[in-house]
């Protein structure tokens, strides 16, 4: 999927780490974060813990890391435990108020939560905590979570207690890191569909991050994934992992296909290796008569090198991204000729011209980016374009994360595929066959969830 | 070259149109500017002329192209003309008042000048101009041009008879964009070191840019190059040529070995062409024997493709960037294990680790980063490096717009074969050799200046 | 007091409207606001409520209110009812999340509060409250209050009835306004140490404030005062009033003194007016052998006005200050000739040299400002100077809203009057008689507080 | 005259300082122009030399100087010499190429000049300097004298003979100070109409400023003011002085009436005893009948004072200045009830209510804030308002510094006695007689310019 529609699937990630010694422990965060700022770039925080002073800081803003923390905050920031979250957000939501880490303050201490996930059961859950006295001041997930920690750890004798109790409650899908004062503890829902893994530093210290990519940007050494339904709990005595819940693992295949970042590897699969076995198999199902391949800047890019392997047609990079379009950007203007695309993406003519191009992108959402991108190729000189997407036809809602609100918006369910062709003015258009999606990520250890293609939803 | 070093070579950018019609040209030029962005990121500017009022308006400052500009100003900035620029400098020129477009008022009117270059004899033409009771506010080639064109224009009946009069005595390479009260004027001087094209909007405005990628973003066509020795005026009576020096062709290599962007076409060579070829050769008479073929990002990934392609090993991606590193960040602090090149890249354990890779990069300047780089890599689990570079070894000054001071930081310069190879820590290390530098550019109309490289330079 | 210390004795402003049209609102409370900045300068926040949608949107953020609000903001904030908050915070509670109006959703709706003043029994109102389940987020007062109310809210059928069981469970003191979804309710204790009055807009909205000045400022008239252990309930059926307490007044004479704005009118006694007294009474029992008066800017003018007119010396500006202070001010280094005091004040040598100068002050907390201003005095060449504060000795702790830590801090306690006398090199200096302070403020309706002069507190 | 039209009358502040050692002159320069920061709000600059370096830096930029400077750059910017400008301009002029200093570089080095004044032939020396070759950058005065200065400097050994040269050039009137690079220059135009005084510090070093309230702050002693028609030269070998015209003295007279600070001495007289003297003079001559008198804040308070002693008519605060109104103030909207005057302003009622009120302002432009402080009177309930200006009439346009464009704007030329008292809204209204005027600052040691009264101007 192109540049447009990046944020339909986005998620929040999370970093922790236990240290052995009061130190830069925010440091290491803010660099974890830069790592995971594809999950989610609406806001960023970090909250920091102190074993022996028994305190608790934390900052969090709306913005990139790199703008929501300076050298002199960072600095300030000292301790021997910390989390941080990266959040994406609907617009509603994205707020001040709704930023991570959530922290709290209860008649047991303290909790701050790093949570990425979705729960089903919100309006239930806090209606039940408001009957019982509770007052909130956000609209987010984390809040409900602490008031639900805390009101079980009202009447059980340890934070995990009071997780493992709480856990269940809960309808719905997540990765979090809670930090107490004495304790750093990580929990994957049963359903495991948001990823988590564990790491160590050269030094002993304990790390989770939502994806890999953050350990290797740290100089961490990749343990193994947080399972689903396990709750690993860090004090100064060791690592001890515990039970939340049966596992029914469903992680979810979009992580593969376009969440997560090449360079990771989840529950087992290097996200790059299955981006490359899924162009490589829609190659093979789906082969196309053309002079060279192309990806869709950027997440189209893999899948583009496995098909050019399989199908022996020449890889090249038909399309490049201009890195400097940011949130200043202004708009061209409605009637001006200047189309967003030509500015955001340039066409190399030199390979294209002339020539017919498979190009191939991840998945399409609405449709409209693809019609821009595949007009872009033709004024560039293409012969012929012929589309082929990396992942089945989008035609479910997701209720685990997505922001896309309801299936008429999904291009593959308005249209047939006749007038998809013709929105798109594509010269073919196929996408990966739904039942060789088995064959992507052979590797992983956990099943996945395909919802948004199949219709089965793992969780009612 | 990776990412450290960028700036080693880095230029301006510059562009212009003349519209037929009083317009939104300097949203035109807004979006132009996006697309010349990485040949400078220091500063950014736009001046606007409206031909029937004889009005010149101007913006400029310190930042990027959608940090200078916002919606307000650029609605405020209404004509039928206009010229941008972006600049990259020196960190000691790095000054507001140094950026351009520079705009004066002298006895005949006005003038702006975008200017893409470098003066040789600039202190020669300020003390001459200084004796004749010049004054100069800032430490600018652009203010410099700008004094001798009003010196001239002050003795002749036009500004081009001023340009064709100043050019001559300028020692020096350059491309530049000169706008009067009712002329937009194109000029590249002799030798053409620093690209410059020209091309139509689809009502007819004409253009100007350094490099074509910028035509593509506003929807133009690409006509000509405008070449070495040219002049380019354009009146409201249309478009006249004429000689301002005798060309003695000598394009930087760099532009298509580093500097720009892969989608452009210059002097009529794709410049994604040059640096597929610059791998062929590079493989041909440098091969390795190895088991994937990576390039550093991002400059060394074409001429990586073209090296697997000529090889017939696969190529694969092992390292990418992080997008989110900008001006922000906080530099890893001295004596903390996290290295900076680990947070700015990610790389993909799953094809590295156990295999024997080739990093193809573009350059080595300091080495430094090269050195870090190959670590990553080894740390990511490569069995063997072997580096190879898509351009010779890079032992001379360059006094045409390069940034480094002296031969004396040049790795190839201070280190002998084997104490490079160890100071980079990699298995091998190969150049593309001098004598085959001819075979990578083969469809330039122009011959090119490869001074760095051989000691060669074209002007004096 | 001088410019230095202006901090210690300052105080939070609340205001709140309730209208008969869903209107600008929240441009009121701006305006409001604006009047009341000098009661806190740290943060400032509006919240607004829309009877018929049952909806509550707030912004609040540091800084004083020019800065926190911008016109898209204020435009996109509309209701029929608003409340305001400035607040002045000690530095460790000066966090954006302890900005008010402090708004919470529980079981039975939403309510904003805007809170001044101090709670004694917070802790244990915190920790009562947690053992009960509550989760805190912050470290202000309001939030605590907030959760009382919701709590007394669960088990009584109106928000006035959980409001009159909260605060008999509150010892401190506060004048304080709670907005719930159809309701305005404004709020002062039985001592009434913090000022609160009530007026009416033209056309009929009912408007509540700290002080008069705001009324003032947007065009409404000063109905009454809020009285001590009274609460005002405004509805659409219009404003009934309860009591919540027996009234055992003791409104905070340092409003009279210091706090306040000249041009407020609190409890029935011009604030000008007993500053001016002050002033007399002073020259009355303390005269001073003098050829002019002068006062420290701002705090100690008007005093100085009724000094000259009583003793009949002649008053003259002696000592003028720099408005342009501000936040970015670059403090002088240790070292420095250059005294922070020179930049902030300039004196008027004309009227000081020769001279035998009165200075009036309303107060010295430490003394150091004291001895530079005196010091600044004979810079300018005063013959003598005679310091006459227009208050009691300043020697006990307040424990309602002042920010001192302790009396050891105090110049009245670490000194005699020799010492005092020799510390901030005055020829005399006298303080206002305690036994002739109940002269000053004779229309007051209510009684005073004066435990900071005489160590009687009102509140155990 | 009142806020709104403050800016009126407002001029440029100047500073200088020639320092024995490298030291942090800059930051000198810094607190001096706080101090003078009441002569221009629009932008600020310092531009620091150093003699044995010949080096020179300037930093400005549009904004108050505490906004225009970071610790970091001050402390960046070192030397023995140092001039400073703070700037009010006319709004199209407001740019920032047009802050000053302004330095240039030329053929015998550099030059600075912070220029204060006005230059009437400023088109005809453009024009004969373009003629000669010159190139404008900018709009502004000091570029102009820069060039002329240089210009002489070509042809004369050194930079005071190019001053003496260039100065009966210029048709104007300006106090300015040049910096070259071993020499600090100030001069006085012959006619004076702006004040230029020159002190010394502690250890030594010598200062000029355009008022004395800047060598206060910075502890300078106030030595002489530079003459009408002076240029003092300040070396490493001392101070020299010398004639540059003959002195034909006409200081403006709005100066002492309402530009300088009143702690400030222009030419051996007193601004506060000036404007004191002026409400005596307006009381002895323009008597009223009333019960107290109050000073429009801030500047008719010090008249407002000597109106009261005169006429035995007790002094009262009747109007406050709310300090918080700054740049980012929302103007009340058109139609709403709110004034802007009544947020600005806050009228003491219990002073008010019921009396006959003496307002003292210093003077009246349009009229409009005028009629509107009326009205507040009148709304906080003054029984009568009569209205004394403490300067004549102001009948005819100022072409030596204020902005006001033409006489067809001044309320004195667009209404006869009755329609201005019926549109302010008075019950009576009366200026200081003009052939009254000469009794105002009789300690003067130059006559004064009164052309805005008398329509006698001193320069053609």
Redo the contacts between chains.
């Keep these: 999927m192109c540049i447009e529609q990046r944020k339909a699937h986005e998620e929040c990630g999370v970093f922790g780490i236990f240290s052995n010694e009061k130190s ?1 422990t925010a ?2 965060v ?2 974890a974060l ?2 995971l ?2 999950r989610g ?1 609406e806001s960023s925080g970090i909250a920091v813990g102190d074993r022996s002073e028994k305190r608790l800081v934390y900052h969090k803003d709306l913005g ?4 929501v ?3 002199e905050r ?1 600095a300030s920031m000292r301790g021997d435990m910390a989390i941080g979250h990266v959040r994406y957000a609907s617009k509603e939501q994205n707020t ?1 108020e709704n930023a991570q880490p959530f ?5 047991k201490g303290t909790v701050s939560l790093a949570f990425n996930g979705t729960i089903l059961n919100l309006d239930e859950l806090k ?1 039940s905590l ?8 956000t609209t987010g997930d984390a809040e409900v979570i ?2 639900l920690v ?2 079980e750890r ?1 009447r059980c004798g340890s934070i995990e207690e009071a997780l493992a109790l709480a856990v269940p409650q809960i309808k719905g899908t997540f990765s979090m890191l809670v930090m107490s004062p004495m304790k750093l503890i990580a929990v994957r829902d049963p359903a495991g569909i948001r990823p988590l893994c564990m790491g160590t ?2 030094n002993g210290s304990v790390v989770f991050a939502s994806e890999s ?1 953050a350990l ?4 961490a050494k990749l343990e193994r994934d947080v399972e689903p339904g396990e709750m690993v709990v860090v004090t100064e005595d060791g690592v001890t992992s515990r039970r939340v819940g049966e596992a029914r693992p469903a992680l979810c295949i979009f992580e593969h296909i376009y969440i997560a ?3 990771s ?1 989840i529950d087992g699969e ?1 996200v ?2 299955a981006r490359l076995q899924a162009g490589r198999i829609l190659a093979k199902y789906r082969p196309a008569d053309a002079d060279i391949v192309i990806g869709a800047p950027d997440s189209g ?2 899948a583009a ?1 496995g098909f050019a ?1 399989e199908s022996g047609i ?4 038909g399309l ?1 991204r ?9 708009q ?2 409605q009637g ?4 967003s695309v ?2 955001k993406l ?6 294209v011209r002339g020539r017919r191009v498979v190009l191939v992108d991840d998945s399409i959402v609405r449709g409209t980016t693809m019609a821009q991108t595949v007009n872009f190729l033709r004024d ?1 000189g293409a012969a012929e374009v012929h589309v082929r997407i990396a992942s089945p036809e989008f035609l479910w809602q997701c209720f685990y994360g997505t922001d896309i609100p309801s299936r008429d918006q999904l291009a593959s369910v308005r249209f047939d595929k006749e007038q998809f062709l013709m929105m798109i003015g594509a010269d073919s258009l196929e996408w990966l066959p739904l039942e060789h999606l088995g064959e992507v990520a052979k590797n992983s250890k956990v099943s996945f969830c395909d919802a948004c293609f199949s219709g089965k939803y793992p969780i009612e």
């Design positions: 830069d440091r290491t803010y660099y830069y790592a700022q594809h770039q990139l890391v790199g703008d923390f300076s050298p960072l001040r922290s709290i303050n209860y008649n209606s408001q009957k019982q006295g509770a007052v909130f001041q602490a008031h805390a009101h009202f530093m050269p990519c290797q940007a740290i100089g970042r090449p360079d590897v290097s790059y290796e890019v893999v090198i392997e020449p890889y090249r990079e490049i201009n890195r400097y379009i940011g949130r200043t950007f202004i061209p203007q001006q000729r200047t189309q030509s500015i340039g066409a190399i003519e030199h390979n560039a």
